[in-house]
């Protein structure tokens, strides 16, 4: 049986000998080692080939003889063997290709979960542009891994902040072809809503719908851009009008929910200039956008002229 093993290591000549030496004397093989390293303590973690009969509490047992403390184990299969360096490019490569699966993908590198699951567990933030993403598990974080999440987020917001990216609608109705042409979009308030129109033709709405029963001052803002006119920073704009608008509405926060696999959502956010933590479960993907200190958008049927442009 394979274990991913993580403990922390008295800061002395000879500490992973004596595990070595433990490890040996058990039957049990060390298959692979990262090293962590510390000013007073080094944390290691090790993929361990047990007898099939042990457990968490035998591993911890081992552990504990050559001095480790803090251990945590979990079984684990051969990818645990992966070479380290090459996890990582695979990661960025992925991340680049699609950015909305940046919670998931450095959940995956660091062994951990998007979500929290209920018990004791280290969190590590990561920002993205002004989008923050936490991680969650039970083994604690090292500061080398704390490094590599930043840098990795970096790459990212490096990439995504030099490239043009589209960013359609979170929700869009394929049914549906409100407009054609090259004409420049109007944004009025109507209601509860933001309206993108050309040409007397509404292209785009934003909504923001009443608060949430659970968590009042909580909205959740359902936005739709035409197919026709995705790709033209419609949907960043009318997003950055309907938080100021839920902020006008007395909304401490907005959420937004849509695909996992919606690649434009993460440079949308990161277009408006908002300030946003995104979280994955499953299929879905929501991101919570703080709105109370943004300048309310005043609550009239006013049009103003102008395309959108990142970062408006």
Not at 24 to 30: K, P
Not at 80 to 96: E, G, H, K, N
Not at 283 to 288: K, W
Request: net charge negative; aromatic share 2%; glycine share 10%.
């Amino acid at each position: 049986m394979l274990w991913r093993v993580r403990a922390t290591l008295p800061e002395r000549p000879g500490a992973l000998a004596a595990l070595a030496a433990e490890c040996g004397a058990a039957g049990v093989n060390i298959l692979g080692v990262q090293v962590f390293p510390g000013v007073e303590a080094v944390t290691d973690e090790l993929v361990l080939s047990t007898p099939d009969a042990w457990g968490e509490p035998d591993i911890r047992v081992l552990v504990g003889r050559s001095g480790g403390e803090s251990v945590s184990a979990a079984v684990c299969t051969e990818a645990a063997l992966s070479d380290q360096p090459t996890r990582y490019v695979q990661a960025a490569r992925a991340i680049l290709e699609r950015p909305s699966s940046f919670p998931e993908v450095v959940a995956a590198l660091f062994d951990a979960d998007v979500e929290a699951t209920g018990t004791t567990q280290d969190v590590m933030d990561m920002t993205v542009g002004e989008v923050q993403v936490q991680i969650r598990r039970s083994a604690p974080f090292t500061a080398t891994e704390h490094t590599r999440g930043m840098a990795m987020a970096e790459l990212v917001s490096d990439v995504l902040g030099r490239e043009p990216h589209p960013h359609p609608a979170v929700a869009i109705s394929e049914s549906r072809r409100l407009g054609t042409g090259g004409s420049t979009p109007e944004y009025g308030v109507e209601g509860h809503s933001v309206i993108a129109t050309i040409d007397d033709v509404t292209v785009g709405v934003a909504t923001v719908l009443p608060t949430d029963a659970v968590e009042p001052g909580l909205h959740a803002v359902e936005l739709e851009v035409d197919p026709a006119w995705q790709r033209r920073g419609i949907g960043t704009r009318l997003l950055s009008d309907s938080a100021r608008l839920a902020t006008a509405l007395g909304a401490d926060a907005v959420l937004l929910t849509t695909r996992s696999d919606n690649q434009a959502v993460m440079p949308m956010v990161m277009a408006s200039g908002l300030r946003g933590r995104i979280r994955m479960a499953g299929d879905v993907l929501t991101v919570r956008i703080g709105v109370r200190d943004l300048k309310p958008l005043a609550l009239t049927g006013r049009r103003s002229r102008g395309a959108a442009r990142q970062g408006q």
